[in-house]
């Protein structure tokens, strides 16, 4: 087990030079002496940088009661992420499925989500993906699991695995009014699933993802910039529609 000292020193080596953190997270490895969810938000934004605007994913696939609330729908990416959501967070964006948590000095700059679908022209997602300042980090996660933006990707190209579905849920916003917009998820089509592990390894070999590793316990992180990363993976789909599935011509 690593002490708070160590996890602080190990998230100061990290180094991220952009200005927007989004984080993936899994803090199974990352538990210590009287711990608590609020003693690691602190030791995260300590070690990364107290001026850094930071995002979560805040995700909802769950949708058992048919409705999706700004204020009440837990987030299901994570007990870290739904400690933000609650605790930390000064705006969240809108989408039944694929909202995001925020706060930070430049929260401002980031836009609300103006998109029927998750990741469509106008999203919050898209910007992340065309901002040059936003860092992915997935802590405790490879690319699965840890990397939600590239699927902006595949909506961008309008992959046939995947189909608009129009999600019939009842959407109620900050000021607990009824949204009465339509919203859209990009679905897998059966039998055709998402892997992610060639273009990881391509990632890796270009030097665009950077895998760290806490020695202690040989604790996983990767990061990467949101835009190279995105234009590496939109160029990869124009030669292979299937490249972020299971019929990869290169796995």
Not at 223 to 242: G, P, Q, S
């Amino acid at each position: 087990m690593q002490s708070k000292k160590q996890i602080i020193n190990n998230f100061k080596k990290i180094k991220i030079k952009e200005s927007f953190i989004i984080i993936h997270s899994d803090i199974t490895g990352l538990i210590f002496k009287n711990f608590s969810l609020e003693k690691l938000w602190n030791i995260i934004r300590e070690g990364l940088g107290k001026n850094k605007t930071y995002i979560f994913p805040t995700f909802t696939f769950s949708n058992k009661h048919k409705t999706w609330s700004y204020k009440k729908s837990k987030s299901e990416s994570g007990a870290l992420s739904e400690y933000f959501r609650k605790n930390i967070a000064t705006r969240r964006t809108v989408h039944p499925i694929h909202s995001v948590a925020i706060y930070g000095k430049n929260q401002s700059k980031v836009p609300s989500h103006n998109s029927k679908s998750s990741f469509g022209k106008r999203s919050t997602w898209e910007w992340l993906c065309k901002s040059k300042d936003v860092c992915n980090l997935a802590i405790g996660l490879n690319l699965h699991g840890g990397g939600t933006f590239c699927h902006y990707s595949e909506e961008k190209h309008k992959i046939n695995y995947r189909k608009f579905k129009i999600l019939k849920l009842k959407i109620i916003g900050k000021n607990n009014k009824l949204i009465k917009k339509k919203f859209t998820y990009f679905s897998r089509k059966a039998k055709i699933k998402n892997d992610w592990s060639v273009c990881e390894r391509d990632l890796i070999n270009e030097k665009l993802i950077k895998r760290i590793k806490f020695k202690e316990n040989d604790y996983p992180i990767i990061k990467m910039n949101t835009y190279k990363v995105t234009n590496f993976i939109l160029k990869k789909i124009e030669r292979d529609k299937y490249y972020l599935t299971n019929k990869n011509l290169s796995s």
